[in-house]
């Protein structure tokens, strides 16, 4: 009777040990696939070298990469030039700017576009925020945030900051924005923006973020 149990739990211990081996492995090798399936569908750059004039934005907290356009027209047009709700992001003036990279996008209703910005309101995604990168044909950057904050038109038309060309403009510039925010502080000399359009019931308001280049990549 007893030899009989030690068979039976033999032949058990025989089938569970292959079907944990089994199961393990099928959840290691699924664990595996999705950790490198999620690393891969991050969103990247082109890895081609881009070609003059050419620019990309990465919003890296959201994993939204933006092909900006030059002309303001194509702000309701998309890559091939055709009428779209979401259209493209603007960049303003020249992107090899010494002082500032300013860019303009639809804020609209569905997380597209630059609606995700105004979530940096939440003080503590503003600080734990992975920044913003830029890729341009002649280099690669990254800014750390530093301000978010919507912001009142009225007195102050968003298009003068956009061409920076002096570092008298760029102090201006600063001072503008520690008028919004007494705790605004920046060190660098080059700055980023970005700023959405109106929504339907705040149409003198603009939800601007501003960045400085780091140093650290």
Known sequence: MQGRRIIIYIIIVAFIIP???????????????????RENSEKTFPQRKLLKGECFIKLRDFDQVFETRKNPQDLNRNKYKTQDYHGSIIIRGNINNKYNLFFYGHNTYDGKMFSNLTKYQNHYLLLNSKGIDVKTNKTTEHYRIVFAKKIN???????????????????RYKKYLKSQDDNFKINSHKLITLMTCT?????????????ERSKKW
């Open 199 to 211: 929504n339907e019931d705040e149409e003198d308001k603009r939800f601007f973020v501003v960045g």
């Open 19 to 37: 079907l944990l081996k089994v199961t393990l492995t099928n959840d290691f090798i699924r664990n595996v696939k999705t950790f490198f399936n």
């Open 153 to 171: 038109i009225q007195s102050e038309n968003p298009w003068i900051f956009a061409k920076l060309n002096s570092y008298h403009e760029l102090i």
